[in-house]
């Protein structure tokens, strides 16, 4: 038995035109999926197969936690995913791809699904993954604020976290350039 068998669903063998299917992803799904972005978690994955004529309309609900990398500190947090995902399948004459339709070999009739929960997982994970404020590595959070001028909780940047260099005092009573006032008299025209 491969690694993968358990998510493939016969659509060719399908009596009923509806069909339901409970699956479970965890560690050694991530493991074997080899994928970036998620090694560990578990996640429940409710997948309703609708037949229509010529198409079968694959819809899953995934369910669970997968563990990532903070941002900040990359220690492992906890990640909550609640997300929706369709999938259309046509049977054909070879492997491909039409538009947003997936075509697998008529004589095959099976599709393995567990590619597509990884994408959906993967696509579920937010661009920024940080710890709550306050949850953060205290070790690594100590070394990143001698880096930086802003503190470590502080999420937007925002006028008053700009970087300044010297008195800002100064450059009031700095004589301008010519070059510049030109420029200005151009502006307010």
């Not at 567990?114 to 690594?140: S, T």
């Not at 925002?158 to 800002?168: H, K, L, P, Q, Y």
Request: glycine letters at 8%.
């Amino acid at each position: 038995m491969g690694k993968f068998d358990s998510y493939k669903i016969d659509l060719r063998g399908m009596k009923e035109v509806n069909a339901s299917y409970d699956l479970s992803v965890d560690n050694e799904f991530f493991a074997h999926i080899d994928g970036p972005e998620v090694q560990k978690g578990k996640v429940q994955v409710a997948l309703d197969v609708h037949r229509s004529v010529d198409v079968y309309e694959l819809s899953f609900v995934l369910d669970g936690v997968v563990k990532v990398s903070c941002d900040r500190c990359l220690d492992e947090m906890d990640l909550d995913i609640h997300t929706k995902g369709q999938l259309q399948v046509k049977l054909g004459a070879d492997y491909g791809e039409q538009g947003d339709v997936v075509i697998i070999p008529e004589m095959e009739g099976v599709i393995n699904v567990a590619w597509y929960i990884y994408e959906f997982i993967a696509l579920a994970i937010p661009m920024k993954h940080v710890h709550a404020p306050g949850k953060c590595n205290k070790e690594m959070s100590g070394k990143l604020s001698k880096h930086l001028l802003r503190s470590a909780d502080e999420d937007e940047f925002d006028d008053s976290d700009a970087i300044t260099f010297g008195d800002e005092s100064d450059e009031a009573d700095a004589p301008i350039d010519p070059r510049w006032e030109g420029l200005k008299k151009i502006i307010n025209n």
